[in-house]
Every structure is written in C-alpha cells, then in structure tokens.
C-alpha cells in the first residue's frame, strides 16, 4: 500500500469515526441485542438434543410429559425471543445508520456549498450529485443492515462451533476441517469482487455524470442536434456499467454454488460420522440431530460474509470519494479576525496584483487601478483579456496570487465576509432563478424585504409591468432555471434582486448579453437606476451600456491599456475608437 493510499484509508476512517462517536451508545445497544439474538437462536440445537435424549426416555420409562413440555416450550419461547430481538436489531441499526446519513447529508451541503467558485468550475455538478446519490447510498446498504449482518453472522459461527465441540469434539472437528475450503473459497471471492465493485462503482459514477451532464445541457445537446451522439457515448457508458456489473453477479454465482457445494458436504459428512457412531453407540441420537442443524446452520453466516464484503468494498470506495469531498478545502479561506464594514463607500483599489487560476499561467500580471467611490467603470476587451477575472478578484470569488484588492481600503482577504457581500454584488449573465415564487427571487437580495420593498426595486428596473402581467403576479412560480420567464425577463429579475440589495459596489459581468434590442431601451432606463449613486464595475459588449460609464478601461491580456472617458476614447485613434467606430456603423445597416 502507498503512502497515498494509507493516507487515503486514514482520512476515510477518520470521516467514519466522526460520524458514528455521536450514535455511540444507540451502536452499542444495537451490539447488545445482536448477541442476545444469536445466543437465543444457537440455544435450539440444544433443546433439541435435550428433548431427544432425555425428556422422550423419561416419558417413555415413567410417563413424565413435563420435561418434553418444558422442552419444547423453551424452545418456543426462544424462538419467539429470537424473533423479536431480530425485529429490535433491524429498528435499532436503522435508527443508527439514518442518524449518521442524516449528519454526513448536512456535512456534504453545507461544505460543497462553502468550498469557492475554484472548486465548483473545476468539479463537475455530476460528480457532486454521485457524491450526494449513489455513494451516500452505498454507505447507507452497509450501515442499513452490512455491519448488523456482519456482527450477526460472526456471531452465528462462532456461538455454533463453541456449542458444536462442546456438545460432541468429534463432530465440531470434521466441521472445522470443512471450514478450511469455505475460507479458502472466501478469500477468493473478497479478492476478486473487491476488484469488480471498485469497477462497476467507477462506471456507475461515470454512467451519472453523462446523464446528468447531457440533461442539463439539454438546449446545447437539441440545438446543434448531438442527440444520435450523445445516445452513442451513453449507450456506451451503460455498456460498460452493464459489463462490470455481470462480473460482479459471476463472481458472485461461483461463490454461492461453492460454498453450497461445501456447506452440504460437511452436513453429510457429519451425518455419515456421526450416524455410524450413533449405530455404534457412541453417539446419542439427540446429540445427532443437533450436530446436522449446527453443521447446516454453520455455513449460511459465511455466505453473509461473503456478501457484506460487496457492500463493504462499494461503501469503502464511496467513503473514500465522500472523505475526498470534505477534505477540499476553500481557496478563499475566510479570515481569521474578520474586519467590520458597516458603512462601505465603495471605493475600489488593486494595488500590484498578480493571478492565476490554481496552478496555471498569470493572466493579470500585475495590475494597480483605483476606482472612486460612486464612480461607474466599463471594462471592454476582447474574449480572454481579463474582464470577468477582475470581476471576481472585486466580489473575492478569488484571491490573488501577489497583491491586494482593497475596498475603502480594507484588504478584502480581511473583511467580514457577510459585509462583503453585502458591500459588493456581482450579476452574471446567466441570472439564474430557484424555484419559487417571482418574489422570493427578487427577495434573495435581501432576506426579510416586505412586499412593497420588493415591488418598488423591481419598479425601479422596470420589471413590475411585467410581472404584474404574469398569472399570479409576483406570486407566479418560476420552474428551476426560470424557465417560465424569457432571458430578459429573468436579467430584470436579477437586477431587480440587486437593486433589493442596495450594496456599495456593483460588478455586472455581461448581465446585458442576454437582452433583446427591443428591450434594451427598458433595460438601460434600469440599469442607469440601478447604477445611481454606487460604485460600479460594467463588463459589456454592447456600447450602448458602455458609454453609459464614467470611465471606460480596454484590458489586454490581463494589463489596462486604455484609460479615459467614453466620450474622449471614441474620438481617439486606440482600439475604443475601432470598437466605437464599429458599433456605429452596425446602428446604420
């Protein structure tokens, strides 16, 4: 094993004892009553022995019933004992294993949702949906009734060989030499399906990710019409998942015919021995009898076994995957005497930075710029210059490599996290709605708004109208992704949303590139409420809300290399001037 590997195992164990210290004492009751069961269901051979040899003579010599009676009432009692102590097993375990899946479910939202924007673009949503379905599902097989079965079926052989060589040392031997292939065969079986699970886990995984991936885009796949191929690259991860999983049932196939094969020659072993020893009269036939039903009852806890190791190499694998998950750790760490900004002004300044995606190349190599309070910047370049990358480094969804991004001059690395993001709101051109109501979207800005808050913000962009007009007005439901709303409907929304905010500074980053040209004119009315008296970052390819700006800077390749009023570049001879020119002509075809 590599040190990799020995790290991996421990980080998993780590996450499995965190999750289980808190059900401690239930796990333990679950422990008892599982020994409780098993005692009461290894008593029975020995009843029966008991009955057979001496309760039946004494009824026959002295017509005495009571110890025949006494017997199988014993019997009975246990049995319905073992019944009900099995019952309280399965509820117990199911209280445990529910506690801890319910404790690793939180710890999963709550971390994916802390990690940064890093690991989201870099960590596909299928990866993050398998974590939450299919391997917290395998945990949930082991924990549902694995671990019970395990206890359970150790439990059952090792109580059944104890009563065995007790009851007679000639008959628990020969099933002692039986157990030497039934190990041998379970070995095998562990070896290779630790193989195969890890393999159909794998293409399970990969299986969900396609699907999850081609459905979400859905719009891409119809529209450039990938549907024959993207049936293919599925059918061929299903192939795969199909492939590994008949495999798996192979293995499993030997593995029961063998150890069937074994379990019903050892019975017939100990009946050939021990009915040529009862003919002898070297063995009670009572004592007989039970040796068949320990012999017969020895091997199905192995195959249990057996079948636990599948579940408990699947939940091996998804709990190294799970631990993997919460061992990610933010990039944008928050920090650790966080800075108070009750009042932001929102004046901006990056001051010699430098930064690079992970591990990757600079893409600003270094950059000082300051932003006023109240003043509105655009910045234009072409696709890959740099623009969205400031844009995250002002709402810290990055840190910088070198540098620092300070507003109203507080390092943004040092500020409360919850004034940041009231100080500063980015809207993105994907503008995305969750389901619910018109209101509780537009509400997201600011959590409590009253009814005519939320109204006279979506006024102010130039929304109501048109939420007024919808069924229920702002109470119509929006579908995930808004999809009962049009792009540009759903852009007013998020506007309106940050309007509700009412933070210090504002990035728009291509929050217009979804707008239609009829709308455009609503939406800068909009926009030029929206941008009123705020610091103001505007990312655009439409020079109609560029020239809109206080300032315009043309970034290339990560540096300013134009900085000046909209008005001024225009007449110039730099690369606004070519854009502006452009832009221009396009209005007069």
Do not use: C
């Amino acid at each position: 094993m590599t040190d990799d590997s020995r790290a991996v195992r421990r980080r998993s164990l780590a996450l499995l004892g965190s999750l289980l210290a808190p059900v401690a004492a239930p796990a333990w009751a679950t422990v008892v009553l599982v020994v409780l069961a098993q005692l009461a269901a290894v008593a029975g051979p020995l009843l029966v022995a008991y009955g057979i040899d001496s309760a039946l003579p004494l009824l026959d010599e002295g017509g005495d019933a009571r110890p025949v009676v006494l017997a199988s009432a014993a019997y009975l009692v246990l049995a319905v004992a073992g019944g009900l102590l099995a019952a309280a097993v399965v509820r117990a375990s199911a209280r445990v294993s529910q506690s801890v899946l319910l404790d690793l479910r939180g710890r999963l939202f709550r971390h994916t949702q802390r990690l940064s924007l890093e690991f989201h673009e870099r960590y596909t949503s299928g990866r993050i949906i398998s974590r939450q379905t299919s391997d917290t599902d395998a945990l949930r097989e082991l924990l549902d009734g694995g671990v019970t079965t395990l206890a359970s079926s150790a439990l059952a052989m090792v109580f059944t060989a104890v009563s065995l060589a007790v009851l007679d040392w000639r008959s628990g031997l020969v099933l002692l030499i039986a157990v030497v292939p039934g190990v041998i065969l379970t070995r095998w079986f562990q070896l290779r399906s630790q193989r195969q699970y890890r393999l159909n886990r794998t293409a399970a995984a990969r299986l969900i990710v396609r699907f999850v991936e081609t459905m979400t885009g859905i719009r891409a796949v119809q529209g450039f019409r990938r549907e024959e191929r993207s049936a293919r690259e599925y059918d061929e991860a299903a192939e795969v998942y199909r492939g590994t999983s008949a495999a798996a049932i192979r293995v499993n196939g030997v593995f029961d015919t063998g150890l069937t094969l074994i379990g019903n020659t050892t019975v017939a072993a100990v009946l050939l021995v021990g009915g040529l020893r009862a003919f002898e009269g070297d063995l009670a036939v009572g004592v007989l009898v039970a040796a068949v039903l320990y012999a017969r009852r020895f091997f199905a806890p192995l195959a249990q076994i057996g079948m636990f190791y599948n579940s408990f190499q699947s939940a091996v694998a998804a709990l190294e995957k799970l631990s993997g998950l919460l061992a990610e750790e933010p990039t944008v760490p928050e920090p650790a005497h966080p800075v108070a900004l009750e009042h932001p002004r929102g004046d901006l300044r990056l001051t010699g930075v430098e930064f690079g995606y992970g591990s990757g190349p600079v893409v600003l190599p270094r950059l000082d710029l300051h932003v006023p309070a109240g003043q509105s910047v655009a910045l234009v370049g072409e696709t890959g210059a740099g623009k969205s990358t400031i844009a995250k480094l002002l709402a810290r969804f990055y840190d910088v490599r070198a540098g620092a991004v300070l507003l109203d001059g507080i390092d943004v690395r040092e500020l409360d996290p919850l004034d940041l993001r009231r100080a500063v709101v980015m809207v993105t051109q994907e503008s995305y709605l969750f389901s619910g109501s018109v209101a509780a979207n537009i509400a997201l800005g600011r959590p409590g708004a009253s009814r005519a808050e939320i109204e006279a913000a979506a006024r102010a962009v130039g929304v109501h109208d048109v939420v007024t007009a919808m069924p229920q007005g702002y109470d119509t439901p929006v579908d995930k992704r808004g999809v009962r709303l049009s792009s540009g409907q759903r852009q007013l929304v998020s506007f309106a949303r940050a309007f509700l905010a009412d933070p210090a500074v504002l990035v728009l980053d291509e929050a217009t590139s979804s707008l239609d040209v009829p709308g455009e004119a609503l939406v800068q009315r909009g926009l030029r409420t929206l941008l009123a008296g705020r610091t103001s970052i505007v990312i655009a390819h439409r020079l109609s809300t560029v020239m809109g700006a206080d300032r315009v800077l043309v970034v290339d390749a990560g540096r300013v290399v134009e900085d000046g009023a909209p008005d001024e570049l225009a007449v110039g001879d730099g690369r606004f001037a070519d854009l502006h020119a452009q832009w221009r002509a396009s209005l007069l075809r």
